[in-house]
């Protein structure tokens, strides 16, 4: 069965830091691309990131451009977003997610980031 | 950048009735859409990619068209449980864009 499992959410001030983590299993972590989405609080969907298989593509919104890091450990089954100089509108849940492109359709529950001082 | 433009943002229909949603493109994402179904509290659930391929276990009331820069999601005959909130997503172009969304709700 496949599992995705996003933790490091949390409140932050801003400005601030934090590493998402997404736990992959029940699939070949390093054959499919990933994706982080995110959603404020009443508000749409919004693409954030996406990555290869291998790690050597990256993409990026341009609203988060320059802040944060998609990357991966395909040796830890683990995708991970570091979201760096964070700011109000940056408060969401962070999804992670097949690409879009993929047959398959699997999401985590989320992690939800608070930024606020 | 592309945009995605759907419409409308909302929309009253009763159990039944036939209903449709549609995604515009700034400019042409060949068949490269897929629609997503969001209920509060939980993640996106997809329904349609590649435009008009079902995704495996949707109920085949779920329909999608289009190519280029105009989409569209029918829902043949409503069911209680499609009472939700629907969203595009082009994925031919990095990054990629939702549409704003649709939320459906019952009359």
């Known amino acids: 069965e496949v599992q995705l499992l996003e933790s490091g959410g949390g409140l932050v001030q801003p400005g601030g830091s934090l590493r998402l983590s997404c736990a992959a299993s029940g699939f070949t972590f390093s054959g499919y691309d990933m994706t982080w989405v995110r959603q404020a609080p009443g508000k749409g969907l919004e693409w954030v990131s996406g990555?290869?298989?291998?790690?050597?593509?990256?993409y990026y919104a341009d609203s988060v451009k320059g802040r944060f890091t998609i990357s991966r450990d395909n040796s830890k089954n683990t995708l991970y977003l570091q979201i760096n100089s964070l700011r109000a509108e940056d408060t969401a849940v962070y999804y992670c997610?097949?690409?879009?492109?993929?047959?398959?359709?699997?999401w985590g529950q989320g992690t939800l980031v608070t930024v606020s001082s | 950048d592309i945009q995605m433009t759907q419409s409308p943002s909302s929309l009253s229909a009763s159990v039944g009735d036939r209903v449709t949603i549609t995604c515009r493109a700034s400019q042409g994402i060949t068949s490269d859409l897929g629609w997503y179904q969001q209920k509060p509290g939980k993640a996106p659930k997809r329904l349609i990619y590649?435009?008009?391929t079902l995704q495996s276990g949707v109920p085949s009331r779920f329909s999608g068209s289009g190519s280029g820069t105009e989409f569209t999601l029918t829902i043949s005959s409503l069911h209680p449980e499609d009472f939700s909130t629907y969203y595009c997503l082009q994925y031919n172009t990095y990054p990629c864009s939702f549409g704003q969304g649709t939320k459906l709700e019952s009359k």
């Open positions: 590649a435009a008009s």
């Open positions: 990555i290869s298989g291998s790690g050597d593509r990256t």
């Open positions: 997610a097949f690409p879009p492109e993929s047959s398959f359709d699997y």
